[in-house]
């Protein structure tokens, strides 16, 4: 099971379609909400690269982007192994 991480904020729009796309394809993630914590907003910040806004998506701790970059993962057909390698590479 991939590790998937989604920082984000109640009132965020593409925060709602990345959740919804995760959802669809029945893949469990953590959302951190950074309108809640000001120190994960940092973390976020940091792990990013400088991105301050949301969301921004990590699979298996790799950085992703926002919405935007999951859904062009998605319509280029790599969104689903990006899910699945590394489970696959722990068994290999």
């Given at each position: 099971?991939?590790?998937?991480e989604?920082?984000?904020t ?10 919804a ?12 909400r950074?309108?809640?914590d000001?120190?994960?907003?940092a973390?976020m ?48």
């Amino acid at each position: 099971m991939p590790k998937v991480e989604i920082y984000t904020t109640p009132t965020c729009s593409y925060c709602l379609r990345a959740k919804a796309l995760l959802d669809r394809k029945k893949v469990s993630y953590v959302e951190i909400r950074v309108d809640q914590d000001p120190q994960q907003r940092a973390i976020m910040i940091q792990r990013s690269g400088g991105q301050r806004t949301v969301p921004q998506i990590f699979i298996n701790d790799q950085w992703i982007g926002g919405f935007d970059e999951l859904w062009s993962l998605e319509q280029q057909h790599q969104l689903d192994s990006k899910l699945t390698s590394s489970t696959e590479k722990k068994h290999g």
